[in-house]
């Protein structure tokens, strides 16, 4: 094989990979995105507002903290979702999960024991941590925002 023939190659690996990284970090961000608006979903429509408060406040937290908590999820899920302010949603969201880690310490370490354990959101605050590292990925409001202009496809950050 000829040096350009090996250097062709090794472009088209170069784009394959950079597209398979950019896929990799966009399924991240719906995944964290969709979590985040199921969760703020369920204390709004099953457990509703007032419901939330109350519980925020048996387990010692400000009852009124289940309003922003609340607000938090459900627009930081579709901000996520859409990718939009992908790492600013990703490192807000930091304080809503590290609060449902603290939430539920007491109760051990797999989530599902009796009203969960702490590996889950514990590994939501790494998720997050790593989307907020990583960018938007491909398929994000972010990257047009970024560009500049309207008529750009949606492509990796």
Same mark, same amino acid.
Do not use: C
């Given at each position: 094989?000829?040096? %350009?023939?090996? %250097?062709?190659?090794? /472009? $088209?690996?170069? *784009?394959?990979?950079?597209? /398979?990284?950019?896929?990799g970090?966009? $399924?991240?961000?719906?995944?964290? =995105?969709?979590?985040?608006?199921?969760?703020?979903?369920?204390?709004?429509?099953?457990?509703t507002?007032?419901?939330?408060? !109350?519980?925020f406040?048996?387990?010692?937290?400000?009852?009124?903290?289940? @309003?922003? *908590?609340?607000?938090?999820? #459900?627009? !930081?899920?579709? +901000?996520?979702?859409? =990718?939009?302010?992908?790492?600013?949603?990703?490192?807000?969201?930091?304080?809503?999960?590290? !609060?449902?880690?603290? +939430?539920?310490? =007491?109760?051990?370490?797999?989530?599902?024991?009796? &009203?969960? =354990?702490?590996?889950?959101? #514990?590994?939501?605050?790494?998720?997050?941590?790593?989307? +907020?590292?990583?960018?938007?990925?491909? @398929?994000?409001?972010?990257? $047009?925002?970024?560009?500049?202009?309207? &008529?750009?496809?949606?492509? +990796?950050?």
């Amino acid at each position: 094989m000829s040096n %350009q023939s090996n %250097q062709s190659v090794a /472009s $088209v690996a170069s *784009v394959a990979s950079a597209a /398979s990284v950019a896929n990799g970090i966009f $399924v991240l961000r719906v995944a964290l =995105g969709t979590l985040l608006l199921a969760h703020g979903l369920l204390k709004l429509v099953v457990f509703t507002l007032p419901g939330t408060a !109350g519980f925020f406040a048996s387990i010692g937290l400000p009852g009124f903290l289940a @309003y922003p *908590v609340v607000f938090g999820e #459900v627009l !930081g899920g579709i +901000a996520l979702i859409a =990718g939009f302010q992908t790492r600013l949603v990703s490192l807000l969201s930091l304080p809503i999960l590290l !609060g449902a880690a603290w +939430a539920h310490a =007491g109760n051990g370490w797999v989530f599902s024991a009796p &009203n969960g =354990g702490w590996e889950f959101p #514990v590994y939501l605050v790494v998720l997050a941590a790593a989307q +907020a590292l990583l960018g938007s990925g491909a @398929y994000a409001i972010d990257n $047009v925002r970024q560009s500049g202009r309207s &008529n750009v496809k949606f492509a +990796a950050a």
